[in-house]
């Protein structure tokens, strides 16, 4: 396992905007789902049912925006995209581990 050194990423004209995790480490092959208008990057899994946002919870932009979450993962619609409206899809976490967890729980129901 690699020590400190997460994946980065490009968002918002940073080259190197930390995820706070290793990609490679999650469970499924997942894709850059990012819209530039969103807070934070997101990726979603390869058969389009979860959506991750990655907030760099040390960023000046998230605390003005009082995000508290590395790791926010909701239910995904291939339609109707993220399914953040109802807090029964919603997991939020600072604990890598427990990310992990809740996406093979949801994806393995």
């Given at each position: 396992?690699?020590k ?19 990609l490679e480490e ?5 894709l850059?789902?990012s ?17 991750i ?5 040390n960023?000046?932009e ?13 239910n ?29 729980k949801?994806?393995?129901?």
């Amino acid at each position: 396992m690699k020590k400190n050194k997460y994946s980065k990423v490009s968002w918002r004209g940073l080259n190197d905007y930390n995820i706070n995790c290793h990609l490679e480490e999650l469970p499924f092959k997942w894709l850059n789902n990012s819209y530039r208008n969103d807070l934070c990057p997101s990726f979603i899994n390869e058969e389009e049912t979860l959506q991750i946002y990655f907030c760099n919870t040390n960023l000046k932009e998230m605390k003005l925006e009082s995000m508290k979450y590395k790791f926010n993962l909701y239910n995904y619609d291939k339609v109707e995209g993220c399914l953040d409206d109802n807090q029964n899809t919603w997991f939020q976490t600072n604990n890598f581990s427990k990310l992990v967890e809740e996406i093979k729980k949801r994806y393995l129901h």
